[in-house]
């Protein structure tokens, strides 16, 4: 089975506000304040084509969206994530911005590669918003984002 993600997080708040401006935007809660933007291929400015330029290495940012991610962090810190994984195999990549700037990562764990003693890209991420492990395996769980296993499930649980 396959868990596939191309994301924005943020507080619920800050990402309910910012996500008005993106025609048709989807916002699914997550545990701890937190909400998920799935970014679903063709429903954001540059579809799902990645930003080759800007050295974030991601592979389905939209152009031109690590701009938008770091206007949207003036109100508080937002990351973006992607996650690609079958059979137990695959990848994830992560970074945040807060106060207009790219904070931290982006952090990538690739193919083959156990993922670092501080956590998988995703976690450390969601531990940078603010979001705890508790009685959870890691943050990625603790958050709920265990609960749908592709960016296009994510989107038809917001209705979108």
Do not use: C, K
Request: net charge negative.
């Amino acid at each position: 089975m396959g868990y596939t993600l191309e994301a924005v997080i943020a507080g619920d708040a800050l990402l309910g506000a910012a996500a008005r401006e993106l025609p048709g935007a989807t916002v699914v809660p997550l545990a701890q304040g937190l909400a998920l933007l799935p970014m679903t291929e063709g429903r954001y400015p540059g579809g799902s084509a990645a930003e080759p330029a800007d050295g974030l290495g991601f592979w389905s940012l939209p152009a031109g969206f690590a701009a938008v991610l770091a206007r949207w962090s003036a109100a508080g810190p937002v990351a973006y994530g992607e996650a690609d994984y079958f059979g137990g195999t695959g990848e994830q990549r992560a970074a945040v911005w807060a106060a207009g700037a790219l904070v931290w990562g982006p952090s990538h764990t690739p193919e083959g590669r156990p993922s670092s003693p501080a956590g998988s890209p995703l976690s450390q991420a969601l531990r940078r918003l603010g979001a705890t492990a508790g009685g959870a395996v890691d943050e990625f769980a603790a958050v709920g984002l265990d609960r749908h296993r592709s960016t296009e499930r994510w989107a038809r649980a917001g209705g979108g």
